[in-house]
């Protein structure tokens, strides 16, 4: 028996040229008629490392026909790889983006005492770890939008080095660079890299859980087994969308413990004890998530559909502008190429219909979360959005570069990585400039004419974390429909029925009370909200149809260029 860092052998392969092997165990297994290892089959994640497949940026790299790379192209691979990286690397901390609702409303929250967290939570439907982890953090680096993004944006550069650990553990070098510099130039990934939100540390946590399982598979030391744990307690603790993740690993892990290779079966039933391990440290939150399961829900948009599947990964590249639908095609051919695919020569690539060994876990995986998170919301009449497919973003990546790997031609691959990575980064750019929010818009036209004590009013209150955040401390007197409450919070617990049983007119009345004879009422507004049909619009005409008041439209909503659309209404009392 030989350890792991024992030197590997090199076999001939099917396909004519060799593969460098060593088992999951560490001990030389043969190569099957496809080119994979028995244990392909068996464990999420092979070690094999294919020279036919290589792809390195050194001037010895040679490709499958035995023509090594000219030295100039060699170096200039590898001076582009740096170049991709670091802007990668800079795109994780660029944006000029004021904070829309959910990153100031997370911010917020995670600004209360670590006490208050879970009450407030208890209303707001997520689950702690990122809120405490941005708590330290701003405690450390401050309150503004660059350190409070900042967190995420760390989290997205680790998570680009711990991806090619995984890709080189699925499938070698090829692998490994390519699912690293697809997740360091996915327009997805530069966007919640640079959010105050959960879903950078899911992928992040996503990716080790990938490595925690193929490492406890094959070596189910007590140390490995606590990583799995680990991993799944603190994807629970992310995003409830990790229920569905676990879930879909479970059921792998127990058809690999009853039905898998015998040598395997006690290793996954260990796995599979770890990843319970991990879901029972969630008992001390589950009150609360039974609440908010009840009470909270998602009411500011529908359930999915099937189709919601598609739409998820199309979003991975970039979504609906030229380059992410472009990008997207290469995509979905990769991901079939990854589960399908298996190469006969450089020009002919073969489907075979049975997958390919080596993608069957995390097609799994990926297939079944998403179907599970889908039949979920339809049940539950939870809403889906494409952020929530977090949970998969690295393991669809781990798929498409498998998918790449399927050329046996080191220049096709070369060259098909390269457009994937430019249509990354320029889909990536116009993150840079684009604002995802128009609170910042509002707020300084209520700066500019507002007095210390007028009224500011939001409709829906979902508006209102971000502008607020925007404006000084303490200066008007602010309330949200339809409950009632400071602009800093949202409480989503029963949302839906407290959105149809307020009285827009009664609002505008308690609005004129509040301002008083001399006071001025600023409404910040926008249609279309789940559940709010045309109360918002009837508060502004309810104040407009009092002659007691002059009205100035300040601000004109722009949905075409904001995700965060607003109006602003400013209503001045005439004078007698």
Known sequence: MRSMDSAPRVVPTALGATETEASPTGTDVPSSGNGATPADAAAPAGTTDSASSGW???AGASDPEGRPFPRPVSIAIAVSIGLVLAFAVVLRFWTRSDLWLDEALTVDIAGQPVSHIPA????????????????????IFGHSDLAVRSLSGVIGVVTMPVTFVAGRRLGGRTVAWSAMLLVATSPFAAYYDTEARMYALVALLTVLGYLAVARALERPRPGNLLAVAVVAAGLLYSHYWALYLLAAVAVWLLWQARRGPEARRRNAWMVLTAVVV????????????????????????????????????????????????????????LLALGIFGLATDRRHIELDLQTRP???????????????AILGGIVSRSAFSTRYASVVFVPVVLLVSLGLAAFQSRRIRAGVLAVAVVAGLVGAIPNITTNRTQAGQVARAIVGHAQAGDVVAYCPDQLGPATNRLLPSGRYRQTTFPRGIGPAFVDWVNYAAASRAASPEAFAVHLEQLAGPTGKIFVVWAPGYQTFGTKCQQIVESIQANPHYATAALVGGDAKVFYEPMWLDEFSPQRP
């Open 278 to 333: 991990g879901g029972i440290t969630f008992l001390p939150w589950l009150p609360i998530f039974v609440f908010q399961a009840r009470h909270t829900g998602t009411p500011w948009a529908a359930p999915a559909s099937f189709a919601a599947m598609v739409h998820a990964i199309a979003t991975f590249a970039g979504g609906s502008s030229n380059e992410g639908r472009a990008l997207g095609l290469v995509y979905f051919a």
């Open 358 to 372: 080596r993608s069957r876990p995390l097609g799994w995986v990926v297939a079944v979360t998403l179907a599970l």
């Open 56 to 58: 390195e940026p050194d």
């Open 120 to 139: 407030l939570l208890r209303r707001d439907g997520a689950p702690p770890l990122f809120y405490v982890l941005l708590h330290f953090w701003m405690g």
